[in-house]
């Protein structure tokens, strides 16, 4: 939290802002769905991305895993850290033993 830290984020937000006006706008090719395996943990009480916005995931990701952590925000590795490690540990070890 020292002076400065969040700039770069929102930096990234007001370079970025053509071309996420451009998507909204239905100005850019589509985008190939992506194949490889991919688990999403969404955080249930996400106040910035809401977890009902899970069912547009299918039409970006071909293989994928998602489900929600109820009690989790924005950060879920941080505000359940062992939810977020098992999940993983799960997950690669699914994709490890195809």
Do not use: C
Not at 68 to 75: E, I, N
Not at 78 to 89: S, V
Request: charged share 25%; no cysteine.
């Amino acid at each position: 939290m020292k002076p400065g830290n969040l700039q770069g984020g929102f930096n990234w937000y007001s370079g970025a802002r053509r071309a996420r006006v451009a998507v909204m706008r239905g100005e850019t090719p589509p985008v190939p769905p992506i194949e490889a395996p991919t688990r999403v943990l969404w955080g249930g009480r996400d106040p910035i991305i809401k977890a009902e916005w899970m069912d547009r995931l299918p039409e970006f990701f071909t293989n994928l895993e998602a489900s929600v952590a109820p009690d989790a925000g924005h950060f879920v590795q941080m505000e359940q850290p062992e939810l977020a490690a098992e999940e993983i540990r799960k997950f690669f070890g699914r994709v490890m033993a195809r």
